[in-house]
């Protein structure tokens, strides 16, 4: 069993930047895909960032390209996600997860469905 940690959040204005850090336990960290969700009140659950196992391949969700970056430290078992410019519609919980299927790529559904889960950090952004 994973165990998948975040850290990070809190409460910001628009227009100011937050970094969010997952730690995920297990010698096979470096084998795994990782992924950031979200999810607001009232809305569905989206996949934000994912990061392969390499760390050579990221996708985004479209409203976050361009200031959200996702990278990970295989050697601290680590992976971040940088957001900048952050906007009111950001607001939301935000989830790391771990991957179950070694070295498969990222794939938000599939990931969401199988993969492991932390308990989420809160994000806020006023306007």
């Known amino acids: 069993q994973v165990q998948v940690m975040e850290s990070g959040g809190g409460l910001v204005q628009a227009g100011e930047n937050m970094n969010l850090s997952c730690t995920a336990s297990?010698?096979?960290?470096?084998?795994?895909?990782m992924a950031w969700f979200r999810q607001a009140p009232g809305k569905e659950r989206e996949g934000v960032a994912c990061i392969t196992y390499s760390g050579i391949t990221t996708i985004y969700t479209e409203s976050v390209k361009g200031r959200f970056t996702i990278s990970r430290d295989n050697f601290k078992n680590t992976v971040d996600l940088q957001m900048n410019s952050l906007k009111p519609e950001d607001t939301a919980k935000y989830y790391c997860?771990?991957?179950?299927?070694?070295?498969?790529?990222?794939?938000?559904?599939?990931?969401?469905?199988?993969?492991?889960w932390g308990q989420g950090t809160q994000v806020t952004v006023s306007s």
């Open positions: 997860v771990a991957d179950s299927r070694k070295n498969y790529a990222c794939q938000f559904q599939r990931i969401a469905a199988s993969g492991y």
């Open positions: 297990g010698s096979a960290f470096g084998s795994y895909a």
